[in-house]
């Protein structure tokens, strides 16, 4: 089902990428406004394509990305290969190194009808509409969105592992993630990855916004290309694939943050919640994980002055009237979405995408920061999601709220870049491909 291609990356002048540490950046959508700042005095900076500033921003980004072109800053790979990229990583309560095995590479950019990509929560339209903007001015994709792949065999891993024997690149990002590169240039392997992608669904893990941006731009330059004929680079877009059978994948929790409610009183929310939750005061706020963890529909909710564990009353689940299947509406993401932000706050499902009144925030203390400074009013803090939930999801045709999974550690920017500009992405003649 799901169409490959190696492709020749886009990587720094190795004299720059000696010190590659000072070149890489976080994905757009993590990046803080103090990380953001510091890495925009360095001008050779990957933030300087994937999230430019200024009113000229995507222009910017455009003439930046020319620039470096012309004077070498980056340079073309010139043979075809699969990036295979390892992310090493440890969590808090674990004993072990986890390793997140996986390989970057181009995908064919597939309708959602197609049910080859299948997707698992919903998208913020403004985030669409600027990475696709972004992408029509640079033709560039500038860090890989994360799918995933079931393969119980491991096939793969054997291969990628080799690969790692002979890294391109090896640095420690700003979280105290080890990010390995390598590259497979072996025709005979490369068919092997191709052949088993074929038979297989993906499901979108991270980069909801970059593939939708890159699907908006197929769609557009389809209609205008008479000529069209599927093998354009605006067909493609730039995958890091990873195998949902392996135990190193980690999916973190997002916690919700509301502000902007008028005449909001600590009370008179506390009795709207009485209806549906049993309520318990906590008394220490850092206990919370810990009280909710492995609770089913139970979240925390923090104020300024308080902290308190909320969870559903089990026999109020069936007056959702959100029309979704029975293991849709158990999620506890769909319960706290319908019974807190629409039933409580009153903002329904569909305008909670561009509700100003709630963010989103994957870090426990900028939540508490956030209260305290009386910045937001209260913080929902939510629970890990399993990945047989979001299998749940996807097979069933359904979505969760957007921002309801955070696979951890998000993959860097800076290590390679795609170009779908038809003479720097179709083969050249000495290729295989």
């Not at 190795?14 to 700042?37: H, Y």
């Not at 497979?184 to 992608?197: E, G, N, T």
């Not at 999916?251 to 909001?264: A, G, M, Q, S, Y």
Request: aromatic letters at 12%; a negative charge.
């Amino acid at each position: 089902m799901a169409e490959i291609k190696p492709f020749r990356a886009w990587r720094y002048n190795p004299e720059l990428s000696q010190q590659i540490d000072a070149l890489t950046s976080p994905l757009f959508d993590v990046v803080s406004e103090k990380q953001r700042n510091a890495l925009y005095k360095n001008p050779y900076n990957s933030i300087h394509l994937s999230v430019p500033r200024g009113d000229s921003a995507n222009d910017d980004a455009a003439k930046t990305l020319k620039e470096w072109k012309e004077q070498q800053v980056i340079k073309q790979d010139k043979l075809a290969g699969i990036y295979v990229y390892y992310q090493y990583f440890t969590l808090a309560g674990h004993q072990k190194e986890f390793v997140r095995k996986g390989f970057i590479c181009n995908m064919r950019t597939y309708d959602w009808e197609d049910k080859v990509i299948l997707r698992h929560e919903n998208t913020i339209p403004k985030a669409v509409n600027d990475r696709a903007v972004l992408l029509e001015k640079t033709n560039l994709h500038v860090s890989p969105t994360h799918g995933l792949y079931s393969d119980p065999t491991f096939e793969l891993e054997k291969f990628m592992d080799e690969s790692m024997e002979n890294p391109i690149y090896e640095t420690e990002d700003y979280q105290g993630v080890r990010d390995v590169l390598s590259v497979i240039h072996d025709l005979d392997i490369i068919k092997r990855f191709q052949a088993l992608l074929e038979a297989k669904q993906v499901i979108l893990a991270d980069g909801h916004h970059r593939y939708e941006g890159s699907l908006a731009y197929k769609r557009k330059h389809m209609a205008s290309n008479a000529a069209h004929t599927g093998s354009e680079g605006y067909n493609f877009h730039l995958m890091f694939f990873t195998n949902m059978e392996a135990d190193d994948l980690r999916i973190l929790p997002t916690h919700r943050i509301i502000k902007n409610l008028e005449n909001f009183s600590e009370p008179d929310l506390l009795a709207a919640l009485e209806k549906d939750f049993i309520i318990k005061n906590v008394e220490n706020v850092n206990d919370i994980h810990e009280i909710i963890l492995g609770k089913k529909w139970a979240f925390g909710l923090v104020t300024k002055e308080n902290a308190y564990k909320i969870r559903l009353k089990p026999e109020v689940l069936s007056t959702m009237a959100w029309n979704f299947p029975p293991d849709i509406k158990a999620l506890d993401l769909t319960v706290l979405h319908y019974f807190v932000i629409e039933k409580v706050l009153g903002i329904s499902g569909k305008h909670q995408r561009n509700s100003e009144k709630v963010t989103f925030e994957r870090s426990f203390a900028e939540c508490l920061t956030e209260v305290l400074k009386e910045e937001a009013q209260f913080a929902l803090i939510t629970q890990e999601i399993s990945m047989e939930e979001i299998k749940k999801v996807c097979f069933s045709g359904f979505m969760m709220p957007q921002k309801s999974t955070y696979f951890y550690p998000k993959v860097i920017c800076g290590f390679l870049f795609s170009s779908i500009q038809e003479n720097e992405f179709q083969p050249t003649d000495h290729s295989c491909f």
